[in-house]
């Protein structure tokens, strides 16, 4: 399998530019002038598993809701599916940075 490096880094910098503008409300661009407010890519792994795990509390919230009679139904089945793919998002970019940091391991010196 070969990787296009220059192709990932602009996928790269394109999400986090989404995630800035879309922190920021903006729609054209970033609210400090251009600057990327996501210093480092632990920095979007970190929002990332605050949105997992905020998506987790609401489904879990749901849950509790619905078992006590007060919930809808269709809500809880909305809540727990995206609690179920931000889990299996977390799972493949777990399993991608395993391989790409055993990849780099192997590489000769």
Known sequence: MSINVANAAGAYTDAIKRMAQSSTGEAGGLADGGKNPVASFGDV????????????????AA??????GQGNLVDLVTQVAEAEVMLQTAVTVRDRVISAYQEIMRMPI
């Open 63 to 68: 849950a509790t809701q619905a078992a006590a």
């Open 45 to 60: 792994l970190s929002q990332q598993m605050k949105g997992i795990e905020s998506t987790s509390r609401a489904s879990e």
